[in-house]
């Protein structure tokens, strides 16, 4: 939390570059034609039921599903609950450095005329991410898509049942569409934020690995009889 609300005091006085990076950032994604943000939601802007849940997705779809995730990650499966938190956290770090490094301006502010949906039509968004704790240059990566894929990817290894792990999976799916159509992220930075997930969660389960290897070699040291010392007989006189 120190860290984040560091990286904000130093990318809020920093528009100039951040839309600098903003620029780049779009030219980047022409050159992969990958510059959709502006005809996609040109789509569904202007169908305010659409915008309706696709804010409701960014707003309720993020923090509060984070939260029950690992609250029933911790009363039912508490090693996948440290991968994930730990997945979070180290995303989370290399998210702080980039933020801080390369900031950028996301669409909504970037003179790409793009609507700001979710803070034009929603009272909620500022309930729940107060101005305070928010930093507006933190487009790239998206952790938005990051952090609702470390959540997806843990309940896939939680679970069999097939409704949780389709609603794990739209989950993901509907947080990387919301991210772009809201205004809030380029396409480039959902990629990026899912690929930080996607190292987080290996790394961590690589830890995890070496740790359980770690623990059982002690358990076998423990476990295993120490031999057994034949004393010779000694001579005499």
């Known amino acids: 939390m120190i860290g984040y609300f560091g990286v904000r005091g130093l990318t809020d ?50 923090w509060p599903v984070i939260a029950l995730t690992l609250i029933w990650l911790l009363s039912r499966h508490p090693e996948l609950y440290a991968r994930a938190a730990g997945a979070m956290l180290l995303s989370g770090a290399a998210g702080l450095v980039i933020f801080a490094a390369f900031p950028v301006a996301p669409p909504r502010l970037a003179g790409l005329g793009m609507s700001d949906t979710v803070t034009e039509q929603s009272h909620a968004y500022r309930v729940l991410q107060p101005p305070a704790f928010t930093n507006q240059y933190a487009a790239m990566p998206s952790l938005h898509v990051g952090w609702n894929l470390i959540m997806t990817m843990a309940i896939l290894a ?22 772009v159509l809201t205004a809030n992220h380029y396409v480039i930075d959902a990629l990026a934020g899912a690929a930080l997930a996607h190292l987080g969660w290996h790394l961590t389960g690589r830890l995890q690995a070496r740790a359980r290897r770690q623990q059982q070699t002690t358990l076998e040291g423990f476990a295993r009889p120490s031999p057994l010392v034949v004393a010779r007989p000694g001579r005499t006189g």
Do not use: C, P
Not at 158 to 179: E, F, H, Q
């Open 13 to 62: 006085s920093s528009q100039a570059r951040a839309l600098h990076n903003a620029a780049w950032v779009e030219a980047a994604e022409r050159g992969l034609h990958l510059g959709w943000e502006s005809r996609l939601q040109s789509l569904v802007v202007d169908d305010h039921a659409i915008t309706r849940i696709l804010n409701w997705i960014y707003i309720f779809g993020h």
């Open 158 to 179: 939680a679970t069999r049942k097939v409704w949780l792990r389709v609603l794990a999976v739209a989950l993901t799916v509907s947080m990387d569409a919301t991210v």
